[in-house]
Nanobody, 123 residues
Framework: QVQLVESGGGLVQAGGSLSLSCAASGRTFSSYSMGWFRQAPGKEREFLAHISKSGISTDYADSVKGRFTISRDNAKNTLYLQMNSLKPEDTAVYSC????????????????WGQGTQVTVSS
């Protein structure tokens, strides 16, 4: 089992950047592939990015490709999401998730979730 805690959310102007972190408990962080999701009010949860257990492979949703970068530091049990060129439509609660599987781009593929951190992008 792994517990996840996100941090780094906040208010930023359009065009700005924000970096999110997801701290994982336990000694088995490297056993999980990881993902970032977001959910805006009234909308379904949206997949943003996935990173493999080793960190070598990454994948992104088209909506964030080229603007967001997912990374991980297995020695620090931490997952990151660097967000650049933010837009008002990026406003949402951002959550990290851990998956026992090799790859997952849907919520159902993830086994553990953080509580989320709010990101608000003003125009």
């Amino acid at each position: 089992q792994v517990q996840l805690v996100e941090s780094g959310g906040g208010l930023v102007q359009a065009g700005g950047s924000l970096s999110l972190s997801c701290a994982a408990s336990g000694r088995t962080f490297s056993s999980y592939s990881m993902g970032w999701f977001r959910q805006a009010p009234g909308k379904e949860r949206e997949f943003l990015a996935h990173i493999s257990k080793s960190g070598i492979s990454t994948d992104y949703a088209d909506s964030v490709k080229g603007r967001f970068t997912i990374s991980r530091d297995n020695a620090k049990n931490t997952l990151y999401l660097q967000m650049n060129s933010l837009k008002p439509e990026d406003t949402a609660v951002y959550s990290c998730a851990a998956s026992r599987s090799g790859y997952a781009a849907t919520s159902s593929g993830y086994d553990y979730w953080g509580q989320g951190t709010q990101v608000t992008v003003s125009s």
